[in-house]
C-alpha cells in the first residue's frame, strides 16, 4: 500500500495550491480518507477528510471555507484544493486512510494505518 502526496510548493498569501494524493495497493472506495498537516514542535493537525466515502467531508476549523477536499475514485486519487493561503498554513501536509476507523476517531491521526510522505506547503507574507 502506498500514499504518494504531491503539490506542495511555495506561494504567496491569498494565493492557491492544489495538493494530490494517489493511492496503489489499495482501492480508496473502501477506506476513510484525510489529510493532516504537521508544523516542527507540534502535533499533526487534523485538515479535511471524507469518512468512509459516503460523501460528507469534514474540515477543520482553522480551514472551513478555505479548503476544498474532494475525490477521484476512478483514478483512486484524493485532493485538497487550497485558496486564501495564509501563511499560518504553511506545514508539510500529509494524505492518510484507514478502512476501519470509526467516525468519533475522524480527526485523530494516531487512528490512521497508512500515509503518504508528506508535501511541504510554503505560504509567504
Known amino acids: 500500500v502506498q500514499l504518494q502526496a504531491s503539490g506542495g510548493g511555495l506561494v504567496q498569501a491569498g494565493g492557491s495550491l492544489r495538493l494530490s494524493c494517489a493511492a496503489s495497493g489499495l482501492t480508496l472506495r473502501s477506506y476513510t480518507m484525510a489529510w493532516f498537516r504537521q508544523v516542527p514542535g507540534k502535533e499533526r493537525e487534523f485538515v479535511a477528510a471524507?469518512?468512509?466515502?459516503?460523501?460528507?467531508?469534514y474540515y477543520g476549523d482553522s480551514v472551513k471555507g478555505r479548503f476544498t477536499f474532494s475525490r477521484d475514485n476512478a483514478k483512486n486519487t484524493v485532493y485538497l484544493e487550497m485558496n486564501n493561503l495564509k501563511p499560518e498554513d504553511t506545514a508539510v501536509y500529509y494524505c492518510?486512510?484507514?478502512?476501519?476507523?470509526?467516525?468519533?476517531?475522524?480527526?485523530?491521526?494516531?487512528?490512521?494505518?497508512?500515509w503518504g510522505q508528506g508535501t511541504q506547503v510554503t505560504v509567504s507574507s
Open positions: 471524507d469518512f468512509r466515502n459516503y460523501g460528507r467531508i
Open positions: 492518510a486512510g484507514d478502512r476501519t476507523l470509526i467516525l468519533s476517531s475522524l480527526r485523530d491521526s494516531a487512528q490512521y494505518d497508512y
